[in-house]
């Protein structure tokens, strides 16, 4: 055979440098602020928590890709983030086996049954979460008081700003804004610290691998929705305005607190279960936002931020109909 | 510069500083392909054997979009055989086989030389258009229809158009004389720019002319020196554009029509005619008025080596050269050759025989090693969403690549297939690496080809 033959292919001929392993790698390094954070702040059994769901995730696709006899896909990073993503959202205090079932239940009722990467119809981390918090419902309840890193082994139970607010709307102007973004509440291990979260979720925007509409939508709506819910409030109302000092610490209070940050930055725009059109992306995200603060003012939940993506991730084929005009289409009659 | 232009599309690395092309010697033996342009192919007009002086007719046609062939080395016929143009596709050629003398044939002087824009203003265009067939002038660009077509009103009314309602025959209003070059390492355009500067006055004059433009735009790089335009198109009130050469695909005829005059140009079938503009690269130009200052045919093609070539370099070669002794000429190719591209990275064609020769319609090529030949993969989407981000036409690439790759082509067809331009920047930005191009150019020719049945 001649070695000097002559490739022929068609164009182009050259390629960007992102591959999926890069996108799901960056992914992975915008995540870590707030990984960090969460593990500063609730030490020893988070990191064992994580650990173990991004174990169990990439044993699962293992034996899922035994089973169907496929190649596995852990070389290319996306169930290794997948993991990481559901340990953010998992209590600091959650008992060993939760992890484990909620890494196994990511691969095989997220992904692996849809047929693998890009064909999941929905956020595989949510589905997980959600079938973990239906199922054992005290377990994924269990809450520490923060505290940094070697002051101390004794966790105390808590409750997170959420679960107050729903019986004292007076939380709303006691709490500590700084102490909310920066992470010091109780919550989930990843998913605590606004900062974190913004800084990472602005990298992965500025590196064009999630659609700024998603968080952007996502943060306007829950705004949008916060303010109306908040001067809505019956309680509110029978207070009077002028004797309600909070004000705009409802803004802060509702996009620090819970998960809407990380559904908005994360969550949602996670690639395969996103729309794509711009419209329809935006839309999304404001979806996100709606359903956030309509489940904390009026729901049974405590949070909707997962909910609200899991909803959205349903509507996408409808969103992704929302097309943009195609420059030079010839209309009829135009 | 639009704004969109910032969002959509690629950005491509800066473009080295193009050094002003390096004549080449004229070749041993030169083939001349009977057909350099899209259209009929020439009949020979030479026999094996014949002694053939420069600037000689060795084939032309009576078909309407066909340009002449002329000789560009004297000697003698050796034979006609077939050679593959950049496409592919087999076409006859005429070998020629130097002597060296370089005589030009005696009836080679067509006219009289119009030497300024003020001459050409004055000469009746019908006669300028003849004089550009004669030449058998051909737009620098594969599958490029020849010069007069490109430049003759639209003969009949285009009938999507008269059926959608939109004006059908718009009367030619603007000329875009283009020294972008649309596909940036390949920069046959750039490396021309300040020279010849009369050449280039009396072309533009001349396509202006023939097209009975009142506006003139010259589209120029940014950042590049163009105090010499400035000066030579100041006194016809010529307008200078400044484009930028590294987001990409804006530099190419629709969208260029778009940013510069704000008209869009109707696809799939439109041209910029259609609207009203016609756009020619700066290097036509240059070849319009060298042919009408001197009177005789251009024999030679600015053409253009970019890649991994010991010295990349812009040259000025004889019209039949094979591509390989080009390259040689720039310091010779990678030891392990992948990729021979005509035209750009982006959107060139991957040639499979060095030997192919420079005709009319190639601008340059763009050199791989076998080391960085680029490897597509039969990987899922993801639907990630960044080639929707990169589309300059709007499209939803994600969702045609995967309905031609499923063959339901009709259903693509629907969600617009038929508009994509191929510009390959949803290929280029797919972290699947999934060979989108050929997926959306698969399916057009499906498409098409169910339709004709």
Known sequence: MNENLLTVSTSPHILGRMSVRSMYLEYIIALAPALLVGLYYFGFPALITVLLTVASAAVSDFVASKIQKKPTTLGSLHIVCMGLMLGMILPPGAPWWLPVIGGALTVFLGISIFGGIGAYPMNPVLVAWVALYISWPESMNAYFEPQALGSGDDWTEAETLLMQLKGDISTLEMVEMGKLWLGQVPGYIGSTSTWALLVGGVYLIIRRIIPWQIPVGALLGAVAMALIATYTDPRILELGYEEFAANMNVVWFHLGAGGLMIAAFFLGPEPVSSPVTPWGTFLFGVGIGLMTIIVRTWGGLVDGAFYGVLLMNAANPLLDRIRPRVIGKVVSGA | ?453
């Open chain 2, 1 to 453: 510069m639009k704004l969109a232009n910032l969002l959509k599309g690629i950005r491509l690395p800066r473009p080295p500083a193009a050094a002003p092309p390096v004549d080449l010697p004229a070749p041993e033996k030169v083939y001349l392909p009977l057909r350099q342009h899209r259209g009929a192919v020439a009949e020979a007009k030479v026999e094996p054997g014949e002694q053939v002086a420069l600037g000689q007719v060795v084939g032309a046609s009576e078909e309407f979009e066909s340009a002449t062939v002329q000789a560009t080395v004297s000697g003698v016929v050796e034979a006609i055989v077939d050679t593959v143009d950049p496409a592919g596709q087999k076409v006859p050629a005429v070998v020629i086989k130097n002597d060296g003398a370089d005589a030009w044939a005696e009836d080679s002087a067509m006219g009289e030389s119009l030497t300024d824009p003020a001459g050409v203003k004055g000469t009746r265009p019908s006669h300028l258009l003849r004089r550009l067939r004669e030449a058998g002038l051909v737009r620098a660009q594969v599958e490029g229809r020849p010069l007069h077509v490109d430049l003759s009103p639209p003969m009949a009314p285009q009938s999507y158009l008269y059926m959608t309602g939109i004006p059908v025959v718009r009367p030619v209003d603007t000329l875009i004389v283009s020294a972008v070059d649309a596909d940036p390492p390949v920069c046959p355009n750039r490396s021309c720019l300040g020279q010849s500067i009369q050449e280039l006055s009396v072309g533009v004059a001349a396509l202006a002319r023939i097209s009975g433009a009142k506006r003139v735009i010259l589209a120029l790089p940014s950042g590049s020196d163009t105090a010499a335009i400035a000066a030579m198109a100041g006194p016809y009130e010529w307008e200078i554009a400044s484009v930028s050469q590294t987001s990409y695909p804006f530099a190419t005829d629709n969208f260029l029509v778009q940013s510069l005059t704000g008209r869009e140009v109707p696809t799939p079938y439109g041209e910029p005619k259609d609207v009203g503009v016609v756009l020619q690269p700066m290097i036509s130009a240059m070849d319009v008025g060298k042919v009408l200052m001197s009177g005789r045919p251009v024999i030679d093609r600015i053409f253009s080596v970019a890649g991994e070539v010991k010295n990349p370099q812009t040259f000025r070669v004889r019209l039949g050269t094979p591509i390989s002794e080009v390259l040689a000429a720039a310091g010779g190719g990678p030891s392990r050759p992948g990729k021979i591209i005509v035209g750009g990275p982006m959107m060139g064609l991957a040639i499979f025989d060095p030997a192919t020769p420079v005709t009319r319609e190639t601008e340059g090529v763009f050199v791989q090693s076998a080391a960085n030949v680029v490897a597509y993969a039969d990987h899922p989407c993801i639907h990630c969403g960044r080639c929707v981000a990169a589309c300059p036409v709007n499209l939803i690439p994600s969702e045609l690549g995967k309905l031609c790759e499923f063959r339901m082509y009709e259903e693509a067809a629907y969600m617009d297939l038929m508009n994509c331009i191929e510009c390959g920047c949803c290929a280029y930005v797919c972290p699947a690496k999934r060979p989108m191009v050929h997926f959306l150019r698969h399916g057009k020719t499906e498409v098409l080809a169910g339709r004709m049945e």
